[in-house]
Antibody
Framework: EAQVVESGGGLVQPGGSLRLSCVAS????????MNWVRQAPGKGLEWVAT????????YYVESVKGRFTIFRDNPKKSVYLEMKSLRAEDTAVYFC??????????WGQGTTVTVSS | EIVLTQSPATLSLSPGEGASLSCRAT???????LGWYQQKPGQAPRLLIY???NRATGTPDRFSGSGSGTDFTLTITRLEPEDFAVYYC??????????FGGGTKVEI
Protein backbone atom coordinates (compact mmCIF):
# COMPACT_ATOMS: atom_id res chain seq x y z
CA GLU A 1 0.00 0.00 0.00
CA ALA A 2 1.31 3.43 -0.96
CA GLN A 3 1.87 5.64 2.07
CA VAL A 4 3.65 8.83 3.07
CA VAL A 5 4.55 9.83 6.62
CA GLU A 6 5.41 13.37 7.65
CA SER A 7 7.51 14.50 10.58
CA GLY A 8 9.36 17.54 11.83
CA GLY A 9 6.56 19.79 12.95
CA GLY A 10 6.61 21.66 16.23
CA LEU A 11 6.46 24.99 18.01
CA VAL A 12 8.75 27.70 16.65
CA GLN A 13 9.07 31.39 17.30
CA PRO A 14 8.27 33.97 14.62
CA GLY A 15 11.31 34.37 12.39
CA GLY A 16 12.49 30.86 13.15
CA SER A 17 13.12 27.88 10.91
CA LEU A 18 11.89 24.32 10.64
CA ARG A 19 12.44 21.41 8.27
CA LEU A 20 9.61 19.02 7.52
CA SER A 21 10.26 15.52 6.22
CA CYS A 22 8.11 13.12 4.27
CA VAL A 23 9.04 9.48 3.76
CA ALA A 24 7.31 7.36 1.15
CA SER A 25 6.68 3.64 1.26
CA UNK A 26 4.89 1.15 -0.94
CA UNK A 27 5.73 2.97 -4.15
CA UNK A 28 8.66 4.43 -6.00
CA UNK A 29 8.48 8.09 -5.02
CA UNK A 30 11.12 9.00 -7.58
CA UNK A 31 8.51 8.48 -10.28
CA UNK A 32 6.09 11.08 -8.96
CA UNK A 33 5.67 14.76 -8.42
CA MET A 34 5.40 15.39 -4.70
CA ASN A 35 3.57 18.15 -2.92
CA TRP A 36 3.13 19.92 0.36
CA VAL A 37 -0.34 21.16 1.24
CA ARG A 38 -1.27 22.97 4.45
CA GLN A 39 -4.38 23.64 6.45
CA ALA A 40 -4.54 26.45 8.98
CA PRO A 41 -6.70 25.83 12.07
CA GLY A 42 -10.36 25.81 11.07
CA LYS A 43 -9.54 26.74 7.47
CA GLY A 44 -9.46 25.09 4.07
CA LEU A 45 -6.67 23.43 2.14
CA GLU A 46 -3.86 25.45 0.61
CA TRP A 47 -1.32 24.08 -1.84
CA VAL A 48 2.18 25.13 -0.74
CA ALA A 49 4.80 23.60 -3.02
CA THR A 50 5.44 20.97 -5.70
CA UNK A 51 8.64 19.32 -6.84
CA UNK A 52 9.16 17.39 -10.04
CA UNK A 53 10.61 13.92 -10.07
CA UNK A 54 14.20 14.90 -10.80
CA UNK A 55 14.03 18.31 -9.11
CA UNK A 56 14.05 19.93 -12.55
CA UNK A 57 11.31 22.26 -11.43
CA UNK A 58 9.90 23.50 -8.15
CA TYR A 59 6.78 25.57 -7.63
CA TYR A 60 5.56 27.57 -4.66
CA VAL A 61 2.50 29.48 -3.57
CA GLU A 62 3.24 33.18 -3.67
CA SER A 63 3.08 33.64 0.11
CA VAL A 64 6.05 31.32 0.76
CA LYS A 65 8.34 32.18 -2.14
CA GLY A 66 11.80 33.10 -0.91
CA ARG A 67 11.12 31.59 2.53
CA PHE A 68 10.32 27.92 1.86
CA THR A 69 12.34 25.42 -0.16
CA ILE A 70 11.13 22.03 -1.30
CA PHE A 71 13.70 19.37 -2.13
CA ARG A 72 13.92 15.62 -2.33
CA ASP A 73 16.30 12.72 -1.84
CA ASN A 74 15.08 9.99 -4.15
CA PRO A 75 17.33 7.18 -2.86
CA LYS A 76 15.88 7.86 0.60
CA LYS A 77 12.35 8.11 -0.82
CA SER A 78 12.05 11.41 0.98
CA VAL A 79 10.77 14.90 0.31
CA TYR A 80 11.50 17.87 2.52
CA LEU A 81 10.17 21.35 3.14
CA GLU A 82 12.71 23.78 4.55
CA MET A 83 10.86 26.70 6.13
CA LYS A 84 12.57 29.93 7.15
CA SER A 85 11.43 33.33 8.40
CA LEU A 86 8.30 31.69 9.74
CA ARG A 87 5.27 33.82 10.46
CA ALA A 88 2.17 33.32 12.58
CA GLU A 89 0.17 32.80 9.39
CA ASP A 90 2.30 29.75 8.57
CA THR A 91 0.71 27.95 11.51
CA ALA A 92 -1.01 24.91 10.03
CA VAL A 93 -1.07 21.18 9.60
CA TYR A 94 1.26 20.36 6.73
CA PHE A 95 0.41 17.39 4.55
CA CYS A 96 2.74 15.63 2.14
CA UNK A 97 0.99 14.26 -0.94
CA UNK A 98 1.79 12.24 -4.00
CA UNK A 99 0.66 13.70 -7.31
CA UNK A 100 -0.35 11.40 -10.12
CA UNK A 101 -2.61 11.69 -13.15
CA UNK A 102 -5.41 11.07 -10.64
CA UNK A 103 -4.51 14.17 -8.65
CA UNK A 104 -3.28 14.07 -5.05
CA UNK A 105 -3.96 10.40 -4.53
CA UNK A 106 -1.82 9.64 -1.47
CA TRP A 107 -1.85 11.82 1.65
CA GLY A 108 -0.02 11.58 4.92
CA GLN A 109 -1.65 12.27 8.25
CA GLY A 110 0.09 15.61 8.52
CA THR A 111 2.51 17.30 10.87
CA THR A 112 1.59 20.38 12.89
CA VAL A 113 3.58 23.59 12.73
CA THR A 114 2.83 26.30 15.28
CA VAL A 115 4.51 29.68 14.96
CA SER A 116 4.15 31.60 18.19
CA SER A 117 6.18 33.44 20.76
CA GLU B 1 -4.07 31.73 -11.40
CA ILE B 2 -7.33 29.80 -11.50
CA VAL B 3 -9.58 30.53 -8.53
CA LEU B 4 -12.18 27.93 -7.54
CA THR B 5 -15.36 28.99 -5.74
CA GLN B 6 -17.47 26.35 -4.04
CA SER B 7 -21.10 26.73 -3.10
CA PRO B 8 -22.86 26.52 -0.84
CA ALA B 9 -20.43 26.89 2.03
CA THR B 10 -22.63 24.67 4.18
CA LEU B 11 -25.31 22.19 3.26
CA SER B 12 -27.63 20.98 6.01
CA LEU B 13 -29.26 17.70 5.09
CA SER B 14 -30.54 14.45 6.54
CA PRO B 15 -29.36 10.90 5.89
CA GLY B 16 -31.08 9.53 2.81
CA GLU B 17 -31.30 12.90 1.09
CA GLY B 18 -29.31 13.90 -1.97
CA ALA B 19 -26.66 16.62 -2.22
CA SER B 20 -25.35 18.74 -5.06
CA LEU B 21 -22.11 20.64 -4.54
CA SER B 22 -20.91 23.27 -6.98
CA CYS B 23 -17.40 24.29 -7.96
CA ARG B 24 -16.88 27.23 -10.32
CA ALA B 25 -13.57 28.27 -11.84
CA THR B 26 -12.45 31.69 -13.01
CA UNK B 27 -10.94 30.10 -16.14
CA UNK B 28 -11.64 26.94 -18.06
CA UNK B 29 -10.28 23.81 -16.40
CA UNK B 30 -9.48 20.73 -18.42
CA UNK B 31 -11.83 17.93 -17.41
CA UNK B 32 -8.84 15.69 -16.86
CA UNK B 33 -7.61 17.98 -14.12
CA LEU B 34 -10.54 18.53 -11.78
CA GLY B 35 -10.82 16.48 -8.63
CA TRP B 36 -12.87 16.27 -5.43
CA TYR B 37 -11.61 15.42 -1.96
CA GLN B 38 -13.46 14.45 1.22
CA GLN B 39 -12.16 15.43 4.64
CA LYS B 40 -13.55 14.30 7.97
CA PRO B 41 -12.65 15.99 11.28
CA GLY B 42 -9.14 15.17 12.43
CA GLN B 43 -8.32 13.27 9.26
CA ALA B 44 -6.34 13.92 6.13
CA PRO B 45 -8.31 14.58 2.97
CA ARG B 46 -8.83 11.65 0.65
CA LEU B 47 -9.27 11.64 -3.09
CA LEU B 48 -12.88 10.98 -4.03
CA ILE B 49 -13.20 11.87 -7.71
CA TYR B 50 -10.53 12.52 -10.35
CA UNK B 51 -10.73 13.72 -13.91
CA UNK B 52 -14.11 15.35 -13.19
CA UNK B 53 -16.14 12.13 -13.15
CA ASN B 54 -13.97 9.14 -12.27
CA ARG B 55 -14.40 7.56 -8.88
CA ALA B 56 -11.17 6.86 -7.03
CA THR B 57 -10.57 3.44 -5.56
CA GLY B 58 -12.97 2.87 -2.69
CA THR B 59 -15.37 5.67 -3.59
CA PRO B 60 -18.97 4.42 -3.37
CA ASP B 61 -21.09 4.75 -6.48
CA ARG B 62 -23.48 7.12 -4.72
CA PHE B 63 -20.81 9.76 -5.44
CA SER B 64 -20.64 11.14 -8.96
CA GLY B 65 -18.90 14.06 -10.60
CA SER B 66 -19.79 16.04 -13.68
CA GLY B 67 -19.10 19.27 -15.48
CA SER B 68 -16.83 20.99 -17.94
CA GLY B 69 -15.25 24.33 -18.66
CA THR B 70 -15.77 26.43 -15.55
CA ASP B 71 -18.68 24.61 -13.87
CA PHE B 72 -18.34 21.34 -12.01
CA THR B 73 -20.63 19.41 -9.67
CA LEU B 74 -20.25 16.68 -7.09
CA THR B 75 -23.49 14.80 -6.52
CA ILE B 76 -24.18 12.51 -3.61
CA THR B 77 -27.32 10.43 -3.81
CA ARG B 78 -28.82 9.05 -0.61
CA LEU B 79 -26.48 10.47 2.02
CA GLU B 80 -25.07 7.96 4.46
CA PRO B 81 -23.99 8.99 7.99
CA GLU B 82 -20.33 8.66 7.00
CA ASP B 83 -20.76 11.15 4.16
CA PHE B 84 -21.12 14.13 6.48
CA ALA B 85 -17.80 15.86 5.94
CA VAL B 86 -16.14 18.74 4.12
CA TYR B 87 -15.65 18.44 0.37
CA TYR B 88 -13.04 20.31 -1.64
CA CYS B 89 -12.67 20.65 -5.37
CA UNK B 90 -9.21 21.10 -6.83
CA UNK B 91 -7.70 21.79 -10.20
CA UNK B 92 -4.38 20.13 -10.89
CA UNK B 93 -3.63 21.35 -14.38
CA UNK B 94 -0.34 20.73 -16.12
CA UNK B 95 1.43 23.44 -14.14
CA UNK B 96 1.08 24.72 -10.61
CA UNK B 97 -0.41 26.51 -8.78
CA UNK B 98 -2.70 23.66 -7.83
CA UNK B 99 -5.62 25.49 -6.34
CA PHE B 100 -8.36 24.26 -4.03
CA GLY B 101 -11.85 25.59 -3.60
CA GLY B 102 -12.88 26.88 -0.20
CA GLY B 103 -14.83 23.76 0.65
CA THR B 104 -18.45 22.78 1.25
CA LYS B 105 -19.41 21.35 4.62
CA VAL B 106 -22.17 18.77 4.44
CA GLU B 107 -23.75 18.60 7.88
CA ILE B 108 -26.70 16.93 9.49
Amino acid sequence: EAQVVESGGGLVQPGGSLRLSCVASGFSSSGYLMNWVRQAPGKGLEWVATIKQNESAKYYVESVKGRFTIFRDNPKKSVYLEMKSLRAEDTAVYFCTRVSILGMDVWGQGTTVTVSS
Amino acid sequence: EIVLTQSPATLSLSPGEGASLSCRATQSVGTSFLGWYQQKPGQAPRLLIYGTSNRATGTPDRFSGSGSGTDFTLTITRLEPEDFAVYYCQQYGPSPPLTFGGGTKVEI
